[in-house]
């Protein structure tokens, strides 16, 4: 999107930040390695040199790889190969069809991970995907984090809010992956920081970059930018701001372990100037994505950007707008690594089951979009058309319905039996007698058959199931009236499982 | 998105069909023409000789004018210069908060063009945006046409469902055009025709393709496939029939009037196998918009794509979803021109209000995303960061506020005094004393000022003004409290008025 040209105005404004502003540089420790590396510091703040920045960027790695206790789910990271998406965290809040909003608990969290878990489409799980407010603030970081090493196996990304906590987040995943010196040969979690925009790095954020760059775990390194609030209105300055707080970090990251993985974050947004909240969702917001993947890649670093962000209150037009436009531009921008992919409401403040489903359903959407278009004989399909003819229909040629349509199966499974290999998993299969518009489900049943529209959520309250996203105005078609639902994620909080619906009859 | 070899493949096959399979002609004096041609006719089926097919495509225009009667509205149309939206065009039923659903009346079509004739962002209309079904059924297209012509001076669609429909259209607009020597020589209305997939032109559409190129306006050759049903499942399949089709078409126009305008249309979406029924907004639809602007700009053609499509029956997620996910395939395209880019709901069977005004804020988005990100000194803001620098606050930087935040005007606007200049439009300022984060209504009033989320609807029902889309759940902070609101279009049904509040001042 951006040209040479614009890439190296940005650049060289990033530079003169890093070398006519500077940053505060909040602990003592990284202020005196960067003293030590020849950087000038003047109380706390640190001018930067641009070739000593571009020298540590250097020594960063332009792909990693984040192992996951089970081998089969480790993730390659950067390059654009392949964007990981992960659940939404960090929020104060959960909300679903039973229960409203209310204070997050370990048991939201809990049910959280086994979404994520059972989610194909996510890769990467948050230690933290929203906060367990039920336990002691003391402790709850390894509570959170605890909970996706009891309910996953895939990699992930540790709550780490100070040093501390990141430290015994670091020794948790050391216990269940072989010790300190296997993770720091092989890392095993991700932490994020975020620079206190504008230019400051403070103690909290410098102690995590510490222990992570110390254990060589990756780290995010994400500037926090609220255009028009902690970085200026226009686009291209909250992008050159970006860069000399971003590239800062890694250099600070580098000093302690040359070679640890960082990644350059990007969570670029405008705020309302009527209220001073960020607009998430929003045009600018979108180019700042898209740009900050190109920047990403001129210094060779993996990129962390986008997500399904929202500033909507709940799953309607508004926040739907809003996370599309933004999945869509992450996606665009082979993003390598997004956080709150899926289930952020309210402007992150509320983990949303029902959108984490819905939201889930995009994400198969634009990699369906990213598989692209097949031209094989068989997809070229003229035998198809031949032999289907002026005013044919192409309903019964059955080879290419098969291409799409395997099967009416529905998988269920459990999550407390998480080894289940596919034989040993329950398969309930619909009824023929089943409408042919769809599926219908029977309230009362212990195990609900759903179907419908195409996009569905249902969930079960104690009113029985409730369709909770096709508000069907009075006088028009029912829902199930309507287009094919691939898959579906309920939560059963009596039989504390994961129930997951495949219509096609794929195994998540 | 495709590579040339893939282009190609698709062309190789699309000609085989052309000569190969063939299609069916059902209109005498077409198959006449195309016999003198020199295509080899049997009953009704003519196989087409691609060496002629594709001499004919090459007479038909890459750019073509759509003149306005008012000149500053007409378009340019070709090469993806601009993207030209339009609103819904042909949905049997119109819905909005104040009646529902309900069958379409003239009322209500008057409704929709005023409404797009105040919105900026749709810049061609349709005759025949809600179907009035209230009006004689053999005079209604008229009337239809008469709507645009009465209530708006932008370019338009005429109605056209056959021969004599757009013939009495093109009448119509030779009246209020200067006559039919006038429109010859600058065309100021398109025409839509639909080849009955697979492979067939029928009688009434075939009259259409001729009156209209006897006329020398404008022809969407649009095939209308649905993957499944009318072209096979697999996209690639699809897109050689819809080439076959298309330029099918644009041959037998060029034989009744060598370089009359000829649009290359996509209307290629997916069914629900369990349905039958259009799925809208999908994967596969998405790679056929991207797909498609391709091969039309192949063929030196002009491309008609995309859309606001949706299978939903309500302003809700799903519906939204579909609508993003089509809106951004087509903007990425840079599609010529979009019909139903605005007000489609429930698959294309209704025309909504508010989906509409929904609508017109995502094609606002994507045009801000299409002007890009600006590079000027001051967009670069070197001197705002310096100024502010570390741990500063950027809300106090007056220069760059102003960029993006003129004013807080509110501007309304009467369309039944059409013509008037910007100095006579009656305007309401906000009051210095609403809440600062964001204007609260006050019911009762003569006109409401409103505010508040953004993508806000806000409608005027017998209860008051009801917030449409903002459904909040209870317990979260209330929708007024969330970003900006650009604008907001608005039907007054007791004084026959659209009221078009634009928060930012501008004038639509």
Known sequence: MLSEEQLDLVHEHAMRILEEVGLDILEEGARRRLAEAGQEVD???????????????????????????????SVEIGLGRRTHWMPV?????????????RSGRIADHDALVKLAQVAPELSILNGGTVEPQDLDHRTRHMDADYSVIRWSDKPYMTYGANGRKTLDGIE?????????????AEPVLMTVVNSISPLVWDERMLEVIT????????????????AGSTAPVPIAGGLAQQVAEALSG?????????????????????????????????PQAVLGILAGAQIARRYGLPYRGGGGLASGNSLDAQSTAETAMSLWATA????????????????????????????????????????????????????AVKQTGPAGLFLDYPLLWSLDYESRRISIYDLERRDAKPGSVSVKTIPDDAPIYGLTGVPGEDLLI???????????????????????????????ARAALNSLYLLDRDANQIVAYDLEGRNP
Chains 1, 2 share one sequence.
């Open 332 to 383: 665009l921008a082979c993003t390598d690594v997004v956080l709150h992919a899926a289930g952020w409401l309210e402007g992150g403040l509320t983990a949303s089951f029902e959108k984490l489903a819905f939201d889930l359903d995009l994400l198969r959407f634009l990699e369906a979009i990213r598989r692209g278009i097949g031209f094989t004989d068989e997809e070229l399909a003229f035998d």
């Open 172 to 184: 948790l995943a050391a216990i269940v992956h072989g010790g300190r010196a296997s993770i720091e």
């Open 450 to 480: 759903v179907t419908g529209g195409h996009r569905t959520v249902w969930m079960e309250s104690e009113n029985g199931w409730q369709c909770l996203l096709n508000r069907t105005p009075s006088g028009s078609q029912p829902p199930v």
């Open 89 to 101: 965290g960090g929020p104060a809040f959960a909300n679903d069809l039973d229960e409203g909003r």
């Open 43 to 73: 109380g706390v703040r640190v001018s930067f040199d641009r070739g000593f920045v571009m020298e540590q960027v250097a020594k960063a790695p332009e792909v990693f790889t984040l192992r996951a206790r089970n081998a089969e789910r």
């Open 250 to 282: 890694v250099a600070i990251a580098q000093l302690v372990r040359p070679g640890v993985a960082c990644m350059y974050g990007s969570f670029f947004t405008p705020v309302d100037m009527r209220t001073g909240s960020p607009a998430f969702g929003m």
């Open 211 to 226: 222990v992570s760059a110390q254990a060589n775990q990756p780290i995010v390194m994400t500037p926090f930018l609220l």
